[in-house]
C-alpha cells in the first residue's frame, strides 16, 4: 500500500513532532511581522510620495509667487517717470536700489525700443542688445507681461527667466521694455529647508526636456543636458504634467519615490516640470529595519522555544518514553524483570509506565507460575520416572525369573518325567508275563499322562519363549512366511486334501520366527478342524490403515461365538482329546505373538460353516506399539 | 585283549544310574560302568587322587550337566584344561535340551552332547550307539 503523501514530511519522532508544533505556533507570529512590515513598507511608500508631492506643491506656489511679485515690479518700474523718460543715470540708480530691496532677482534691467539696454543691475554680453529675444518682441508689440522661457545665457550654466513689461511713452506708445530675470537658486533654498532625508533628489526640466536645475549633480554633468524620451517619460509628457507621485530609477541609477508637477501652473504657463525624489531604500528603511529587528526577536525566540522543546521534550517525554521503550524491548527479549519505573508524575506517560510495570508484573508472576508448575510437573515426572523404572526394574527380574523358569521346565521337569516312563517300560517289559490285563492297562494310563504332561511342559516353554526368546523387528515379506509354513504343512495338507488360496502378502514389520509360528498355528488350526467336505482355506489381506489386516478363513467345523474368547486362553480346549489332539496352547500363542507386534486377534465363526481368525500387524517401516526392547 | 569297556558316568539321580546299568548289562560288548555323583569326585577319580587312587582310566565319560557342586559344564572345561584328560573323550549326556547348554558344551571342546531319550528302548538304541563309535569306530590317543 502507498504511504499517503504527508509521510513524506510528517516527523516520526516525537522529537520532530514537538519541533512541528512549535514551529506551528510560531508561525502567526512570523505571519504578524511580515504582514506588519508590509504595513509599514506602506506607509513608509506613502510617506515618502504625499512628501515628495508636498515639497513639489510648494515649489510650485513659490514659483508662482516670485513671478507674480515680479510682475508687480515690472508693472510698477514701467510707470516711473525716469524710465519712461529714458535717464540712463536716474534708470541705473533706480535699478540698484531695487536689486538691494529684492536680492532674489538675477537680473533687472531697461531697454529702449531698439533692444538697446541702457541700464542693468548685472551687466553681461547678453543683456547688452535684447532685439533678438522672444519676450522682447512680445513686449514691444504690446502683450503686456511677458513671461519668457527658462534659458541657459551664453556661456552661463544658471538657467534664467526673464519676464518683460512694455513702457509707454506719452501717448500710450511704446518706448521701451522692462526685464527682469529670476534663476532657480531659490529652489535649493527650499529643498534644503525641507530638510528631506538623504539621498533625495530634485530636477526641473524646461518644455523642451533640458535639465534646468538638479540636485545632487556634483559635477555639473546632468545640468544642461536634455534627457532623452524613454517610455517613463513620454514626449509630449501630457500625463506627469498633473501633479503626481510615482517610483522609478533615476538617472543617477537610484530609485526613488519621485512627485511631479509643472511650475507656473496659476499663470496658465506651465513653463517647466519640477520632480522631487526620495530614495526607496530611505523611505523603506524604517520598514525594512523594523522587519529586520522582528525578524531578529521572533528568530531568538524561536530559537528559545526549540531549545525549550528540545530540553523539555526530552526530559519530560522522550525520556521517560525512552525509558518504557527500553523497558518493552528488555521485555520482549525475556527479560521479565524489565520495569519502566521511577516515571513519576500523574501525566498520561506515568499513567502508561505504571499500566507497563502492572502488565510486566503479571507476565513476570505469570511466567513464575508456569515456572513453578513446570517445576512441579518435572518433579512428578521424575517421581513417574523412577517409579517406571522401578516397575521396569522389577518386570526385568520377573522376566529372567520366566526365563529361569523355562530353563527349569526344560530340565528340570522333564527329569522326574522321563524317569516315570522309563521305569513304567521297564516295568512292564520286565514282567510282561507277570502282569494281568489291569495292571498293564493301568501301566498305560500312566505313561500316556506322563507323555501328556511332557508335551504340556514343552507347550508352557514355547509360550513363554514368545517373550523369552524374543527377537527385534526388521521388514519380513509375509510371502516367504507363508511359502515356508506352506511346506512345513505339507503332509498335513495332502492328508486331508485342502484348497489353500492366498492374496499377495505384503511386508511387514517383525519377527520372522514368531510371524512364521503364528502363520503356522492358524493353517494347522484349519487343516485339523475340517468339517465333511475337503478344506478350502482362504488366506487374505488388506490395508486397515496404518495397519495390515490379515485373515484366515476355513470352511471347518467353526465354533460358537460365545467361546470366541475363551479359546484364546492358554491350555483351553474346546473339543474331547480323542477327536482332536493338542494341548490348546496354540491360539495363546498366536494373541501373544500378535500383541507383541502392536496388533490384536479375534474370530469370528459359525458351528459348521467354518471360522475367520483375524488379526493386524504394522506395515513395514512403521514403528511398533510395542515396547519391545532390543531394537 | 581286553574286550571290556571302561565307562566313567557322571550321574547324581541314582533312577537314572540304574537305568544306564540296565540298558548297559545286555549291550554285545562287555562294560565295566564306574558310577561317581558329583563334579569333584568325578574329577578326583580321573586324577586319582583320594579314594580313587586305584582307579581305572576310563576309555569314555558319560558326563551329566545338572550335578550339585561343580556341574558338568565346569567339569569338562577342567578335563579339557588337563593334557592327560584332554583325550579322553567325554559324552554330555543330559536332560537338557536347551540351545545354549548344547552350544557351550561344544564351546567347551566336549565329543558330543546326546539328549536323554524317553523309554528304554531309545535309551538302549543311544547308548549302545555311543558305546559304538566312541570305542569301536573312533581312533583315541594311547592312554
Known amino acids: 500500500m502507498k504511504a499517503p503523501f504527508y509521510r513524506s514530511f510528517y516527523p516520526a519522532s516525537l522529537r520532530g513532532r514537538l519541533f512541528l508544533l512549535v514551529f506551528l505556533a510560531i508561525l502567526p507570529a512570523l505571519v504578524v511581522v511580515v504582514y506588519n512590515a508590509f504595513e509599514l513598507r506602506q506607509t513608509g511608500i506613502q510617506m515618502a510620495k504625499s512628501e515628495t508631492l508636498q515639497l513639489v506643491r510648494l515649489a510650485g506656489a513659490e514659483h508662482d509667487r516670485l513671478i507674480d511679485n515680479a510682475r508687480q515690479l515690472l508693472l510698477t518700474l514701467a510707470q516711473v517717470r525716469e524710465v519712461r523718460a529714458g535717464d540712463v543715470q536716474e534708470c541705473q540708480a533706480l535699478l540698484d536700489e531695487l536689486l538691494l530691496a529684492y536680492p532674489a532677482y538675477a537680473n533687472l534691467g531697461v531697454a529702449d525700443i531698439e533692444g538697446n539696454v541702457f541700464a542693468a543691475v548685472r551687466p553681461s554680453e547678453d543683456f547688452v542688445n535684447i532685439a533678438a529675444e522672444p519676450y522682447f518682441k512680445r513686449a514691444v508689440e504690446g502683450d503686456g507681461f511677458v513671461l519668457g522661457d527658462y534659458v541657459f545665457p551664453k556661456g552661463s550654466d544658471t538657467a534664467l527667466l526673464h519676464l518683460a513689461y512694455p513702457v509707454r511713452g506719452r501717448g500710450g506708445r511704446v518706448v521701451g521694455v522692462v526685464v527682469a530675470a529670476l534663476d532657480l537658486a531659490w529652489i535649493q533654498v527650499l ?69 511631479f508637477t509643472t511650475l507656473g501652473k496659476t499663470m496658465g504657463d506651465r513653463s517647466a516640470l519640477m520632480t522631487v525624489g526620495i530614495p526607496v531604500e530611505v523611505a523603506l528603511a524604517p520598514s525594512n529595519r523594523m522587519l529586520r529587528r522582528n525578524l531578529t526577536f521572533l528568530a531568538l525566540a524561536g ?5 525549550a522543546a528540545w530540553l523539555g521534550g526530552s526530559a519530560f517525554i522522550l525520556h521517560p518514553v525512552q525509558r518504557l521503550l527500553q523497558a518493552t524491548r528488555r521485555l520482549e527479549s525475556g527479560d521479565l524483570t ?77 527329569e522326574p518325567l522321563r524317569m516315570v516312563t522309563s521305569y513304567l517300560e521297564l516295568l512292564e517289559k520286565r514282567y510282561q508275563e507277570k502282569l494281568d490285563q489291569n495292571a498293564r492297562e ?64 505384503p511386508t511387514v514389520q517383525g519377527d520372522a520366527t514368531q510371524l512364521s509360528q503364528l502363520f503356522q498355528n492358524l493353517l ?17 489381506v488388506r490395508r486397515v490403515w496404518p495397519d495390515w489386516e490379515f485373515s484366515v478363513a476355513d470352511n471347518g467345523i467353526g465354533l460358537p461365538m460365545e467361546h470366541a474368547q475363551r479359546i484364546f486362553v492358554i491350555f483351553q480346549r474346546l473339543h474331547a482329546r480323542d477327536r482332536y489332539p493338542g494341548t490348546g496352547i496354540g491360539l495363546s500363542i498366536c494373541q501373544k505373538i500378535v500383541e507383541r507386534h502392536g496388533g490384536r486377534i479375534w474370530v469370528a465363526s459359525e458351528v459348521g460353516k467354518g471360522s475367520t481368525f483375524s488379526f493386524t500387524l504394522p506395515a513395514e517401516g512403521q514403528a511398533a506399539a510395542s515396547g519391545e526392547a532390543g531394537r | 585283549m581286553n574286550t571290556a569297556t571302561d565307562i566313567l558316568l557322571v550321574e547324581d539321580n541314582p533312577a537314572d544310574v540304574r537305568m544306564v546299568l540296565e540298558v548297559l548289562r545286555s549291550a554285545p560288548r562287555v562294560c565295566r560302568v564306574q558310577v561317581v555323583v558329583d563334579g569333584s569326585q568325578a574329577l578326583a577319580f580321573l586324577r586319582r587322587q583320594g579314594a580313587y587312587e586305584h582307579a581305572t582310566r576310563p576309555q569314555l565319560v558319560l558326563l551329566d550337566l545338572n550335578l550339585p557342586g561343580l556341574n558338568g559344564h565346569e567339569v569338562l572345561a577342567e578335563m579339557k584344561a588337563e593334557p592327560h584328560l584332554a583325550g579322553i573323550p567325554v559324552v554330555i549326556f543330559s536332560g537338557s535340551r536347551d540351545g545354549q547348554d548344547i552350544m557351550k558344551a561344544y564351546q567347551l571342546r566336549a565329543s558330543c552332547y546326546v539328549s536323554k531319550p524317553d523309554g528304554v528302548e531309545a535309551l538302549r538304541e543311544t547308548l549302545q550307539g555311543i558305546e559304538g563309535f566312541w570305542i569301536g569306530t573312533a581312533s583315541l590317543p594311547l592312554s
Open chain 1, 524 to 540: 494347522a488350526n484349519a487343516l485339523k478342524f475340517h468339517g465333511e467336505e475337503a478344506p478350502r482355506i482362504q488366506v487374505r
Open chain 1, 303 to 307: 530559537l528559545l522555544a526549540f531549545l
Open chain 1, 338 to 414: 524489565a520495569r519502566a519505573g521511577e516515571v513519576k508524575g500523574r501525566g498520561e506517560i506515568a499513567h502508561l509506565a505504571s499500566a507497563f510495570d502492572h502488565m510486566a508484573a503479571g507476565l513476570q508472576n505469570q511466567f513464575e507460575e508456569r515456572v513453578r508448575a513446570e517445576e512441579a510437573l518435572r518433579e512428578l515426572n521424575q517421581e513417574l520416572e523412577s517409579r517406571v523404572e522401578a516397575r521396569t526394574h522389577e518386570l526385568r527380574r520377573s522376566n529372567e525369573a520366566l526365563e529361569q523358569f523355562a530353563y527349569v521346565a526344560s530340565h528340570d521337569l522333564r
Open chain 1, 191 to 259: 529643498y534644503r529647508e525641507a530638510k528631506l532625508p538623504e539621498g533625495s533628489s530634485y530636477t526641473v526640466l524646461n518644455r523642451s526636456r533640458v535639465t534646468l536645475t538638479r540636485f545632487p549633480d556634483p559635477n555639473r554633468e546632468l545640468t544642461g543636458q536634455t534627457l532623452p524620451a524613454s517610455p517613463r517619460t513620454p514626449h509630449p509628457p501630457s500625463y506627469y504634467l498633473e501633479e503626481h507621485a510615482r517610483e522609478f530609477t533615476g538617472r543617477d541609477g537610484v530609485r526613488r519615490f519621485y512627485g
Open chain 1, 442 to 505: 493301568f501301566i498305560g494310563y500312566a505313561v500316556d499322562g506322563a507323555q501328556r504332561m511332557h508335551r504340556l511342559i514343552d507347550d508352557l516353554l514355547a509360550f513363554s519363549r514368545v517373550q523369552t526368546k524374543a527377537r527385534p523387528f526388521e521388514p519380513v515379506a509375509c510371502d516367504d512366511i507363508l511359502r515356508h509354513v506352506l511346506e512345513n504343512l505339507q503332509v498335513a495338507i495332502a492328508e486331508v486334501q485342502a484348497v489353500i488360496d492366498s492374496d499377495p502378502l
